[in-house]
């Protein structure tokens, strides 16, 4: 049983941890209030239902793709998959972290979909706890969070029975950035919204140019990006053939020899991901600090001032 440090300093310990993300490359770190994560997700899916005695919720989030991969034709950038196993990392690190350090229970929050809900509802809402912890921000583009500084972004949480002082939710929504909003006054669309590949995205920009109504259709969305089900229906479909021939077609068409070609040399993108609605968004790309060669030279300037 893990002893616990009884006279643990809780503003020290928030500095070490947040300290500890950020050294190991997470962009941002926060605590979410628990009290308003609890409120807001779903019985089943709240941090309690994971960990009874939680006393608090860490938010990292980690950059998004290179320059480089963002000005790639979309079949190439399909292949890159994500930076979300980097934050993963940093956060299973920072639950062994929190217990070495301040002798107190943590855990890496499992970012993996519920086996009692199907492949399309989470056990934790990550975006949850970073838009409670303040690093991110609904953004018009589904249920993507984006920063003002790092733009696009992914997420990993740790829950812990160290009691820490909760961040907020950002003050200000840096979505829809003022381009989007003159795009919209235009055209009644935001860039995002025009570019969706299956139109998924829709919505309206208020008077004052913030968020006035985000609508989302996720199964559609989830039909080209989330393709779960596709090794399994490839599979029966092939059980199912009446003939030889059939059989092979299931299996061996364009796109299921892609498919096993991806599972075979285990790419990123294994099945399917569609990233153009960040392609086209001004803070995903091209916010201050969203390009990691901005983010070099400006370390670097800050090394030599030193």
């Given amino acids: 049983m893990i002893k616990r440090a009884n006279n643990t300093d809780p ?91 301040f002798q107190t ?4 929050c499992p970012p993996d979909m519920d086996p009692d809900s199907g492949p399309r509802v989470p056990l934790q809402s990550l975006k949850v706890h970073a838009e409670m912890a303040g690093i991110g921000a609904r953004s018009l583009a589904g249920d993507i969070l984006l920063h003002p500084e790092f733009g696009y972004m992914y997420f990993a949480s740790v829950f812990t029975e160290l009691e820490l002082e909760p961040d907020g939710p950002m003050e200000e929504n840096p979505c829809p950035a003022p381009s989007c909003v003159a795009m919209y006054r235009k055209i009644g669309r935001t860039p995002c919204m025009k570019f969706c590949p299956v139109q998924c995205l829709d919505g309206e920009v208020a008077e004052d140019g913030s968020q006035g109504v985000m609508r989302y259709d996720m199964a559609a969305c989830a039909e080209m990006t989330q393709q779960y089900e596709t090794v399994p229906a490839a599979i029966m479909n092939a059980i199912s053939a009446q003939d030889r021939n059939e059989r092979e077609d299931a299996l061996f068409d364009p796109d299921n020899k892609m498919l096993w070609y991806k599972m075979s040399v285990g790419s990123g993108g294994l099945l399917a991901q569609c990233f153009e609605c960040m392609r086209v968004c001004p803070l995903a790309t091209r916010a201050p600090l969203a390009d990691p060669i901005a983010r070099a030279q400006q370390s670097a300037l800050s090394d030599a001032a030193e």
């Fill in 11 to 101: 503003a020290g310990a928030k500095t070490a941890i947040l300290d500890y993300c950020t050294r190991k490359g997470a962009l941002v770190a926060g605590v979410a209030d628990l009290d308003a994560v609890e409120r807001i997700c779903p019985p089943g899916h709240r941090p309690s239902d994971i960990m009874p005695r939680v006393k608090s919720v860490i938010s990292l989030g980690v950059g998004g793709q290179t320059q480089g991969a963002w000005s790639v034709p979309a079949k190439a950038l399909g292949y890159f998959g994500s930076t979300e196993q980097r934050a993963y990392t940093i956060s299973y690190g920072l639950a062994f972290f929190i217990e070495r350090k």
């Fill in 105 to 108: 229970r943590s855990i890496y």
